[in-house]
């Protein structure tokens, strides 16, 4: 398994832990405590504790963002592995530095979470909830700077 995957597991399974707990919880001390029982060797510390600490300040921002993107689904009644991995998701997506984490690869490591410890169609619910805010957004790695170098390549490879 990857670094960052890695890494989004063990914040995966703190928040999971957390919320489960009502809240309640010191989610730094389940945090160190996952890193070191799951992942001891871990070279990229540091992005776990961002995106913990990136999750846990804008929890309230992504959680109305989440109720308005799925409001079929109220946030109590989503799973509880799906709503943290719509979190980390929704958090990368619109908060992380893109040229750390693109948007699309943020949606694909959403859904790969939700695969991995979500039920059967928690990839699917996933997918629906991010990709319908990833156009919301104006699909940014899709922007006319990203069109434009695609009809300067096949210019150049046509000349």
Do not use: H
Not at 95 to 110: Q, S, Y
């Amino acid at each position: 398994m990857a670094a960052r995957q890695l890494g989004r597991s063990v914040v995966l399974q703190s928040l999971y832990e957390w919320d489960f707990e009502g809240k309640t919880g010191d989610l730094q001390k389940i945090i160190e405590r996952n890193l070191e029982e799951f992942a001891p060797g871990l070279a990229d510390k540091d992005f776990v504790k961002r995106l913990s600490n990136g999750v846990l300040e804008k929890i309230k921002d992504l959680d109305g963002i989440i109720e308005k993107a799925a409001p079929e689904w109220p946030l109590p009644q989503v799973a509880v592995v799906d709503r943290n991995v719509l979190r980390i998701g929704l958090y990368e997506l619109l908060f992380a530095d893109r040229k750390e984490v693109p948007p699309r690869v943020a949606i694909n490591e959403a859904i790969e979470l939700a695969k991995t410890y979500g039920g059967q169609n928690s990839g699917k619910f996933i997918n629906g909830v991010l990709g319908t805010i990833y156009r919301e957004i104006g699909e940014p790695d899709k922007g006319p700077d990203k069109e434009e170098k695609n009809k300067e390549k096949s210019s150049e490879t046509e000349g």
